[in-house]
């Protein structure tokens, strides 16, 4: 890619006629006479004549002309093909201020230095990203390195010879500068996307713009194959052919660790409450829903951005809020108390998302031959696991997701496997948008109207000892419309241990994970940037006959 500057320098010099020739050629319309004036003029020029007769004089001032404004530099930028190939330019305005405050304040502590006088003031200034360049030479005339980029500038009224290398201390004193630049952009991050959307963004900030090979392929075949997840139809499941349905389940947990849940027979005035209050939320002013944020992971409500805000360096497109949902008597005095509907919705979705998955959970250990019947379990009250799960903890995630002026080049929520036992997920019926990793591609899933998305969760995976897959998915967002979806995440309480089950270990199939509690969970969340499935990679014991 050729810069501003680039093209600047390789032109020839310009000569610059007096004014009055050149107003005479623009009124003229280019007839053949004419152009034989134009070149009979243009040659004349060639000789390097300079006109004389009074016409060509330069009109006596009258009045003062006002001072000289100072140019505006030119700053343009190239893109580093090597170790730091993912950062792109994306947004000159963002740059160009950048600079300007940059080279305001570099100029400013330079004098401080006593580096520079005022009257020879160097306006040609290096900026190192640190380790880059352990010399502090100039590496190149008229190139800067900032935070991996290449800026090549020309600052008016510079001398060619001021080129010296930068103290140590200069050095040091810019790196601070680009620390204080990336202070004051990241707090904006931390507001939020649809915060960032109000000041009318044309372009993505490159805080958002995702390494070249993490981007989705949304232009590929790849990006537009689209998948009918299998379909658990809970009406099936209830009746005489439970046999049946749970053999699908089993298939679809083992295969996809995703189905579609259909006939759940859940009110859909209930779904619809929920969605219409997280969406009111998300219409509220930013000091409104500000007085949720919280870095406390069991907060009882949490309205925040990105995936891991804490630690993600590149940030994803996507607000949220998340609100625990289990004990209700205990939660929902924290929850928002505006809109004013909203914790009358999520009581009543969260009651029935609840009553859904402790059916699904019951099918589930039914289906890894854990109990023989449902019967079993609602007679003999046997299965100490399922007291756990009526008693497990509910998270409620409304997702949401703006509209993005460029989607190939960030997420809404990076690749990841949901921490939980099952997520039902309600996903947005007009926009497509959830992706999941199957047979080794991102395949997009197809909405199915009134239906819920049902996925298996790390903690499910290490209770199967491996069987059930928790797979990692992730969020494409559109250029065009923004999209919400509501996610339940259901697991056991707070401070049980997730271990495989053991009647599910044996020597053909040996534990493959270590055990786990929530505790442990929010541990690693704290400390790691939550990448793909890695906090159920550092649970795994052994990699033998790995799915
Ligand atoms: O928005 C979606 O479709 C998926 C959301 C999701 O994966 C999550 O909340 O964990
Ligand atoms: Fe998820």
Same mark, same amino acid.
């Given at each position: ?8 320098? #390789? ?38 004549? &300079? ?33 730091? #190939? ?155 052919? /439970? ?8 298939? $679809? ?42 870095? #406390? ?47 009358? $919705? ?152 997730? /271990? ?41 014991? &052994? ?5």
């Amino acid at each position: 890619m050729s810069t501003d500057l680039e093209l600047l320098q #390789d032109l020839p010099r310009i000569q610059v006629r007096p004014a009055v020739k050149i107003e005479t050629l623009q009124s003229c319309s280019a007839t053949d006479d004419n152009k034989a004036i134009i070149q009979q003029e243009n040659s004349e020029t060639d000789d390097c004549q &300079t006109p004389k007769s009074e016409e060509h004089k330069i009109p006596a001032v009258l009045s003062c002309p006002p001072a000289p404004r100072k140019a505006k530099r030119n700053i343009s930028c190239k893109r580093k093909l090597t170790e730091i #190939d993912f950062f792109e330019i994306v947004n000159r305005e963002e740059v160009d201020s950048f600079f300007q405050s940059s080279f305001e304040l570099l100029t400013k502590r330079r004098r401080q230095h006593g580096e520079v006088n005022s009257a020879s003031c160097c306006t040609k200034c290096l900026l190192q990203p640190s380790g880059l360049n352990q010399s502090f030479k100039r590496p190149c005339k008229r190139q800067a390195t900032v935070n991996g980029y290449i800026y090549t500038y020309i600052m008016p009224g510079s001398n060619d010879d001021d080129e010296g290398a930068m103290s140590p201390a200069l050095v040091s004193e810019v790196q601070t500068i680009c620390k204080e630049d990336e202070l004051v952009e990241s707090h904006e991050y931390h507001k939020g996307v649809k915060h960032l959307c109000g000041r009318g963004l044309k372009k993505l900030p490159r805080k958002y713009i995702l390494p070249a090979l993490e981007r989705p392929l949304l232009s590929t075949k790849d990006g537009a194959t689209n998948l009918k997840l299998p379909i658990i139809d809970i009406a099936q499941l209830q009746g005489p052919d /439970r046999v049946h349905a749970l053999e699908s389940l089993s298939k $679809a947990c083992q295969e996809y660790g995703f189905f579609q849940l259909i006939n759940h027979g859940i009110a859909s005035e209930s779904v619809l409450d929920m969605i219409q209050a997280a969406r009111k939320f998300f219409e509220l002013p930013f000091e409104e829903r500000s007085k949720y944020m919280s870095k #406390d992971q069991s907060a009882p409500v949490r309205y925040g951005t990105s995936f891991n805000q804490n630690k993600d360096r590149v940030f994803c497109w996507r607000d949220f809020i998340k609100l625990n949902c289990h004990p209700l008597s205990d939660v929902l005095p924290h929850w928002p108390s505006s809109p004013a509907e909203l914790r009358q $919705a999520v009581v009543n979705y969260s009651k029935e998302t609840r009553s859904l998955y402790l059916m699904l959970a019951k099918a589930i250990l039914e289906s890894l031959g854990l109990v023989e019947t449902e019967k079993d379990i609602d007679e003999n009250g046997s299965c100490d696991l399922l007291k756990e799960f009526e008693d497990g903890s509910q998270l409620i995630v409304a997702n949401f997701y703006p509209s993005c002026p460029e989607p190939d080049l960030t997420l809404g929520i990076p690749p990841h496997s949901d921490y939980g036992f099952l997520t039902l997920l309600l996903p947005d019926e007009e926009v497509k948008g959830l992706q999941i990793q199957h047979e080794g591609r991102w395949v997009t899933v197809e909405p199915v109207p009134n239906s819920f998305v049902v996925n298996v969760g790390d903690h499910l995976e290490i209770f199967s000892n491996g069987k059930y897959r928790s797979v990692l998915h992730r969020v494409l967002v559109n250029p065009l419309k923004s999209r919400m979806s509501i996610a339940s995440l259901h697991t056991l309480p707070f401070n049980s241990m997730i /271990r495989p089950s053991p009647k599910l270990v044996n020597d053909a199939n040996p534990r493959r994970y270590k055990d786990t509690d929530f505790a442990t969970f929010i541990q690693y969340m704290a400390s790691h940037e939550h990448k793909n499935k890695n906090f159920l990679e550092s649970r795994r014991l &052994t990699q033998l006959g790995d799915a």
